[in-house]
């Protein structure tokens, strides 16, 4: 629809709708919910509408309904659903998503992109919504990442347009959703809301922030707690993480880490972890010459072969942070791959959307980006061991492992 979408709003509301991701990879449910501003779907109602389409599909295709195919076009194992399924289940609220690089609407969310209502963002498997509620007696945006630790984040309208354009760069999909939203009034779905629900007012809103702002600063002190423990003739090697080598390879607490998990599996924060800004200096100062420390103690990366060279594979990292790009030899073990991203997560963790450097991480992954997702092949790093599948690859070369001359990698830390 080109025609622009008037917020159905409850007069006096300051109040807005939230779900927080745990454990679950259900993002896309989440994501609709929050856009809609109530528990409209369960995983459910989303699968029903996945195999729904899958159906009409198959029928479009002659009658021959994927008999022989257990695997699903809409909805894989992990409850990553496609953005047909989104789609289809807003039309059954009267709302309907496209493209905001459409010629359709490009050129008024180009203008004015505040004038929306609402718009959901994707990249791989991860969803999330920015919805313009009723707060304080004015309008205001808000971006509902279901993975975000401090809750519903305000966006300004000032800031808008540029929150969209750095997300779009990071190879977010933006689609405008317009059409009739329901009316935003938490008495409606009073008393039904599960654990991870909630209707998030100014008050709520200070607590989810300031939880934030305490396990940040607690894990930052614990960090400098480490780096102390050598005392002050202790040499300066790895003095804020312990050596690659000797760090043991603790259970993941997903829940805990500050990107959260996609679908698949990988994170998905839209901002990189920062620091707090009442960090106190020598706190700041500290880490900071930690992090060189740990740079100095790792071995530099592989030289980068140059464009023109033959038989060379670059690979691309998307994290939340920007994306880092290199060329690899075929013939180099993938080790190299990951000596790479801990020399640069050393000097700038920010950057791979980390606020600890890969060496702090007991086990963490790169995972192939190969379509379908059941193809994708998880390669993990615990100490100075490189494993795929649960057998050693470190040695193995890019080539014998299947890399092709692009390559695009999802971390996982």
Not at 192 to 221: G, N, R, T
Not at 312 to 326: D, L, M, N, P
């Amino acid at each position: 629809s080109s025609v622009r979408s008037k917020p159905a709003l409850t007069p006096g509301m300051s109040a807005v709708y939230w779900e927080k991701q745990g454990a679950d990879r259900l993002c896309a449910v989440h994501c609709l919910n929050a856009l809609l501003q109530g528990p409209y779907f369960t995983p459910a109602d989303l699968a029903d509408i996945a195999h729904q389409l899958d159906r009409q599909e198959a029928l479009l295709m002659g009658g021959a309904a994927l008999a022989g195919e257990k695997s699903s076009a809409n909805v894989d194992d992990d409850g990553n659903f496609s953005s047909q399924v989104l789609d289809e289940a807003l039309k059954r609220h009267n709302c309907n998503s496209t493209n905001s690089l459409h010629e359709s609407v490009r050129a008024q969310i180009s203008q004015s992109p505040e004038r929306e209502v609402g718009y959901i963002c994707n990249l791989h498997a991860h969803w999330f919504a920015l919805r313009k509620v009723n707060w304080g007696g004015k309008l205001e945006w808000f971006n509902l990442n279901s993975l975000e630790m401090g809750g519903p984040e305000l966006v300004s309208e000032f800031k808008l347009a540029a929150f969209l354009e750095s997300i779009r760069q990071q190879n977010y999909t933006i689609f405008v959703v317009r059409g009739q939203y329901p009316a935003s009034d938490p008495a409606i779905f009073s008393g039904s809301l599960l654990e991870h629900q909630m209707y998030v007012d100014a008050a709520k809103m200070q607590i989810l922030q300031q939880q934030k702002k305490e396990k940040e600063a607690k894990d930052m002190q614990q960090a400098i707690n480490a780096s102390k423990e050598g005392g002050e003739d202790a040499p300066p090697s790895f003095s804020m993480f312990a050596p690659a080598d000797k760090r043991a390879a603790p259970a993941t607490d997903w829940n805990a880490l500050g990107g959260g998990n996609r679908l698949d599996g990988g994170g998905a924060s839209t901002a990189a972890p920062a620091a707090d800004d009442d960090m106190d200096d020598d706190l700041r100062a500290a880490l900071a010459a930690s992090m060189q420390d740990v740079q100095k103690s790792l071995p530099e990366p592989i030289a980068e072969p140059d464009a023109a060279a033959p038989d060379t594979c670059t690979i691309q990292v998307r994290t939340s942070g920007k994306a880092h790009k290199r060329r690899f030899p075929m013939e180099c073990p993938i080790v190299k791959v990951f000596e790479w991203l801990e020399f640069v997560s050393a000097s700038d963790p920010g950057s791979l959307g980390l606020s600890t450097p890969l060496i702090a991480h007991g086990t963490y992954h790169i995972m192939t980006q190969t379509f379908p997702p059941a193809a994708r092949k998880k390669y993990s790093r615990t100490g100075q061991q490189v494993e795929e599948g649960g057998k050693p690859v470190g040695d193995s070369t890019l080539k014998a492992l299947g890399f092709e001359k692009q390559e695009g990698l999802i971390l996982q830390a």
